[in-house]
């Protein structure tokens, strides 16, 4: 059974510090991993898909980076701004049957 | 945003009603999945379907049923609702192939009273 882990579930830092966030998974036999934000009420929004045969993938300030063998990825965001408050959900999904599976998420505040 | 529809946004429904979630694309994606989100749970997966008519239970499938006649529209059933399926739910798309994005919908808060 594939397990997603997130740490820390939740994070506060000062504005304009560079963070990361964790996902680890159990099961190594994945497709892809894809990093998503949600902003409370709302829907999960695409942030990087990073392929099976890639290490990372940059937009902007998200870099977030994969490692199959150890069964970990990271989401590095640089410069952080209080826009970036939101929870961060990372996924997975598996090779033989397609199921997407989830994260809990890691609930991120940018003090001002 | 990608082209996913969810109906109701909101519903209200007794205990022992049946109550259907809809959800509508218009990416003719192969992949289409419905997931429940509640506080210390995250997102659990509760059916997804490969293509029409082809469909699968996710971790938390007991009381739901789905259906799938028509590539662009995928439908959660609760036949007898209970209190315990108060959540918010949400639809999510995907193509076909190892390399692709899922997108989901704009979610649907359902309260069991």
């Known amino acids: 059974k594939q397990e997603v882990t997130q740490i820390p579930a939740a994070l506060s830092v000062p504005e304009g510090e560079n963070l990361v966030l964790n996902c680890s998974f159990t099961?190594?036999?994945?497709?892809?991993l894809q990093w998503f934000r949600q902003d409370p009420g709302k829907g999960l929004t695409s942030l990087l898909l990073i392929q099976s045969s890639q290490r990372e993938q940059t937009s902007g300030r998200l870099n977030a980076s994969l490692d199959k063998s150890s069964g970990r990825s990271t989401l590095y965001i640089a410069a952080s701004q209080p826009g970036d408050s939101a929870t961060y959900l990372c996924?997975?999904?598996?090779?033989?049957?397609?199921?997407?599976?989830f994260g809990k998420g890691t609930r991120l505040h940018i003090l001002p | 945003d990608a082209g996913i529809t969810q109906s109701p946004r909101h519903k209200v429904t007794e205990t022992g009603t049946p109550v259907t979630l809809r959800c509508h694309q218009t990416e003719n994606h192969r992949y289409m999945y419905w997931y429940r989100q509640d506080p210390g749970h995250g997102l659990r997966l509760i059916h997804y379907?490969?293509?029409?008519?082809?469909?699968d239970k996710g971790e938390v499938s007991d009381g739901y049923s789905v259906s799938r006649s028509k590539t662009e529209d995928f439908l959660l059933t609760l036949e007898s609702a209970t209190s315990s399926q108060t959540s918010v739910y949400f639809c999510a798309i995907r193509a076909r192939g190892g390399n692709t994005e899922a997108f989901f919908g704009q979610g649907t808060r359902l309260t069991v009273v």
């Open positions: 379907s490969y293509g029409v008519k082809d469909t």
């Open positions: 099961d190594s036999a994945i497709y892809n």
């Open positions: 996924a997975v999904w598996r090779n033989r049957d397609d199921k997407i599976i």
